[in-house]
């Protein structure tokens, strides 16, 4: 049973177009968070939620929006995607309270292209 | 914020051969973990180590957080070893928020 898994895990579309990335995490953790990892390997987090509580929110354009209905999924919606969007991104969890852990589990990432 | 530096960039062995991977931060951290990014691009959580010393079969890792550094050791390495290890830090005045991560080192280990 996969412990944080996205879905889907390939997106290819057009520029303009409006896309949703889902995560579930069935670890039982606290916070979950979003990264994006660009064509150079490089990954730089984007949110972060808390018990459904927005903790982080880094300089991302306003048209990326997540989403978490309860603390075992966090979405991401992508409104008029561009170019530059074109990256993987990955789920991840952790256990912050009251034990903090602190250890970091990847979903196994989601490609988007945007032509 | 924190600053996170890996070294070497890149790093080309032969199987059997060892390597030390190092990352330095530039603040205290209470959260200092170790990943690989194998070829197909998931990412392993390798190490929990915010100081201290562990192994795990051929790897280990040791972090000497008063100094600010921490090393990854990987031992005996196999061609699936190959991959990008990142660094991931969190800074000490800002718990609970999220790790901050090192532009990795790319191992390839050829057979």
């Known amino acids: 049973d996969t412990a944080v898994s996205q879905t889907p895990k390939y997106l290819v579309t057009q520029m303009g177009n409006d896309k949703s990335i889902k995560c579930e995490q069935n670890?039982?953790?606290?916070?979950m968070y979003w990264y994006k990892q660009d064509s150079k390997k490089f990954l730089k987090i984007m949110f972060s939620?808390?018990?459904?509580?927005?903790?982080i929110n880094e300089t991302v354009p306003n048209r990326f929006s997540p989403k978490s209905p309860d603390k075992a999924h966090l979405n991401l919606h992508i409104n008029s995607l561009e170019l530059g969007d074109s990256a993987v991104y990955f789920c991840?969890?952790?256990?912050?309270?009251?034990?903090?852990?602190?250890?970091?589990?990847f979903g196994e990432g989601s490609r988007l292209t945007v032509l | 914020g924190i600053q996170v530096e890996q070294s070497p960039p890149d790093l080309i062995l032969q199987e059997g051969a060892n390597s030390t991977l190092r990352c330095n931060f530039s603040?205290?951290?209470?959260?200092l973990q170790w990943f690989h990014q194998n070829p197909w691009g998931q990412l392993i959580n390798l190490f929990y180590?915010?100081?201290g010393t562990k192994q795990n079969g051929r790897l280990s890792a040791t972090t000497v957080a008063t100094e600010r550094y921490s090393l990854l050791y990987i031992s005996s390495s196999q061609t699936t070893d190959s991959g990008v290890y990142f660094c991931?830090?969190?800074?000490?005045?800002?718990?609970?928020?999220?790790?901050?991560f090192g532009k990795g080192t790319t191992l390839s280990v050829s057979s």
């Open positions: 991931a830090v969190e800074n000490i005045d800002q718990a609970g928020t999220a790790l901050i």
């Open positions: 603040d205290s951290v209470n959260n």
């Open positions: 991840a969890s952790s256990q912050v309270n009251p034990a903090n852990t602190g250890e970091l589990f």
């Open positions: 670890l039982g953790h606290d916070t």
């Open positions: 180590i915010p100081s």
């Open positions: 939620y808390n018990n459904k509580e927005l903790i």
